[in-house]
């Protein structure tokens, strides 16, 4: 849902550029490493490459052998790796504090749902709470020595959030590494210090004529229903309240910075699907977070 909307850079050759374009989560992905020397770039942006990749293993819904599909095959998890431990406190950490509009154990229903769409047999009443009681993060039990559900048929999802934990953690690569002037765009964007010109970054926002947002080490996450719907047509999409079942407006687009993609994302999940009298709430109790609500044209 957004975009690069300009980097300054164009006129400007003295500045090495070297980016790279990938898949991560099914989504297509970039970063741009700038002003570094070429075969320097390529080795940092490759760790990355790497570290990503190891990272989508554990958290992945589709590949069996996850950390997370183990979780939620089993129900328990014994000595599950530290980034797993992490996310997923982190993860709990926002789903209380926004009472639920964020909640990782969403991803029963989720599953549900989109059957239930695509099949097209309508929404029967009895099943949609069926499933939806499977949804709860308090009973999700987190530590160094497990993880695990207290209720069978739980499972999570980190869709909401994994992805700006990892735009974090290949920030963290390049940043240690000496690099100071990258855009990455995992899904969530982060600026890594300014442009080499001095300008922010400007990432433009899609489908909203005009509208940007400037950068400059801070977090972008942009979400709306749009982004994914459910069967062929409007109606039912990827954004769900976890408290109800109901999905997101399908025009609205909610855009949160914030200084960890992590966070952002998070953020922009749960503030897609509540008023936005409640996402301003919501926002406020967080420092240095910043929220904007848009529309899209019919």
Same mark, same amino acid.
């Given at each position: 849902?957004?975009?690069?909307?300009? &980097?300054?850079?164009?006129?400007?050759?003295?500045?090495?550029?070297?980016?790279?374009?990938?898949?991560?989560?099914?989504?297509?992905?970039?970063? /741009?490493?700038?002003? @570094?020397?070429? &075969?320097?770039?390529?080795?940092?942006?490759?760790?990355?490459?790497?570290?990503? *990749?190891?990272?989508?293993?554990?958290?992945?819904?589709?590949?069996?052998?996850?950390? #997370?599909?183990?979780?939620?095959?089993?129900?328990?998890?014994?000595?599950?790796?530290?980034?797993?431990?992490? @996310?997923?406190?982190?993860?709990?950490?926002?789903?209380?504090?926004?009472?639920?509009?964020?909640?990782?154990?969403?991803?029963?229903?989720?599953?549900?749902?989109?059957?239930?769409?695509?099949?097209?047999?309508?929404?029967?009443?009895?099943? *949609?709470?069926?499933?939806?009681?499977?949804?709860?993060?308090?009973?999700?039990?987190?530590?160094?020595?497990?993880?695990?559900?207290? *209720?069978?048929?739980?499972?999570?999802?980190?869709?909401?959030?994994?992805?700006?934990?990892?735009?974090?953690?290949?920030?963290?690569?390049?940043?240690?590494?000496?690099?100071?002037?990258?855009?990455?765009?995992?899904?969530?964007?982060?600026?890594?210090?300014? *442009?080499?010109?001095?300008?922010?970054?400007?990432?433009? #926002?899609?489908?909203? /004529?005009?509208?940007?947002?400037? @950068?400059?080490?801070?977090?972008?996450?942009?979400?709306?229903?749009?982004?994914?719907?459910?069967?062929?047509? /409007?109606?039912?999409?990827? #954004?769900?309240?976890?408290?109800?079942?109901?999905? /997101?407006?399908?025009?609205?687009?909610?855009?949160?910075?914030?200084?960890?993609?992590?966070?952002?994302?998070?953020?922009?999940?749960?503030?897609?699907?509540?008023?936005?009298?409640?996402?301003?709430? @919501?926002?406020?109790?967080?420092?240095?977070?910043?929220?904007?609500?848009?529309?899209?044209?019919?």
């Amino acid at each position: 849902m957004a975009s690069l909307a300009g &980097s300054g850079c164009g006129a400007r050759r003295e500045f090495e550029v070297t980016r790279w374009r990938g898949v991560l989560f099914s989504a297509e992905v970039d970063l /741009a490493v700038h002003d @570094l020397p070429v &075969s320097e770039a390529e080795e940092l942006i490759a760790r990355c490459v790497s570290e990503m *990749q190891r990272l989508e293993a554990l958290f992945s819904l589709y590949l069996p052998d996850s950390s #997370l599909c183990r979780l939620n095959r089993e129900g328990r998890l014994m000595n599950p790796p530290a980034e797993l431990v992490d @996310l997923v406190g982190k993860s709990l950490d926002v789903a209380e504090r926004s009472a639920g509009a964020f909640d990782p154990t969403v991803q029963p229903y989720w599953k549900w749902l989109r059957e239930a769409v695509e099949i097209g047999g309508g929404i029967d009443s009895a099943e *949609q709470a069926r499933h939806l009681a499977r949804v709860d993060y308090r009973r999700v039990r987190c530590s160094e020595e497990e993880v695990r559900f207290e *209720q069978s048929g739980m499972a999570m999802t980190f869709n909401g959030i994994a992805q700006g934990w990892i735009t974090d953690r290949a920030c963290e690569v390049l940043r240690e590494a000496g690099a100071r002037h990258c855009l990455v765009n995992l899904g969530e964007f982060y600026a890594l210090g300014g *442009q080499p010109s001095g300008k922010d970054w400007v990432v433009g #926002l899609r489908g909203l /004529a005009g509208k940007e947002v400037s @950068l400059r080490n801070r977090a972008l996450a942009v979400s709306s229903g749009s982004g994914f719907y459910f069967g062929t047509g /409007a109606g039912k999409n990827h #954004l769900i309240d976890p408290r109800s079942g109901s999905c /997101a407006e399908d025009r609205r687009v909610v855009a949160v910075t914030a200084g960890e993609a992590c966070l952002a994302d998070a953020l922009s999940t749960a503030c897609a699907v509540v008023s936005d009298e409640d996402a301003r709430e @919501l926002i406020a109790k967080w420092e240095d977070v910043e929220l904007a609500i848009h529309r899209a044209p019919a």
